[in-house]
């Protein structure tokens, strides 16, 4: 089966529920972002999104496609935010989006799995600076940019953990035969 993705604006518990689906077995393949964020911030000239988003667009792309080509050696994976996720950013900063970005967001599995962001859940960090009202907004570009792509976009309701895993994996039929 191909990578499947669980996205959505910031703060939404994608990470929760990706953890969830993990401890079910299933692989998985943490925010790439996020991970780039923490290790570029310990660098004197590191690569940041708000410094230089279209240097960081790609060395998300790099690490993004590297997790898609590990995530096809899996039965069944998941990943944090793909592809597609850069090219929602680079809109949102009004930034240029090269060709390269729309052909690697090609292969995945063609349900997308979004989460909404939820007000009493979302935290500001370093990593996460959008206000709330930002996050809403990079969700319904995100899901803009998903459908565009010809991606059908699932909305994850919002409810209890074990609630979340149970609708993805009805909505994938998932067995307990595929997980790793």
């Not at 939404?12 to 290790?39: D, H, P």
């Not at 909505?171 to 997980?179: D, F, I, Y």
Request: glycine share 8%; proline share 6%.
């Amino acid at each position: 089966m191909k990578p499947i993705i669980i996205t959505g604006g910031p703060g939404a518990g994608k990470t929760t529920l990706l953890n969830a689906l993990g401890e079910q077995g299933y692989a998985t393949f943490a925010e790439g972002s996020r991970t780039l964020i923490e290790q570029q911030s310990q660098l004197d000239n590191g690569i940041l999104p708000w410094t230089n988003l279209p240097a960081f667009a790609q060395l998300c792309l790099d690490l993004m496609a590297k997790q898609k080509n590990e995530a096809l050696n899996h039965p069944v994976a998941f990943v944090d935010r793909a592809i597609a996720d850069i090219i929602g950013y680079l809109k949102v900063a009004g930034c240029e989006v090269p060709s390269e970005f729309a052909t690697q967001s090609a292969g995945y599995h063609p349900k997308v799995f979004f989460c909404c962001p939820e007000e009493p859940i979302y935290v500001q960090d370093e990593v996460r600076p959008h206000s709330f009202e930002e996050a809403l907004e990079i969700h319904r570009i995100l899901a803009e940019t998903y459908t565009e792509l010809g991606y059908q976009v699932v909305d994850v309701p919002w409810a209890s953990v074990t609630e979340r895993v149970t609708f993805v994996a009805k909505q994938l039929a998932l067995s307990g035969e595929t997980v790793n």
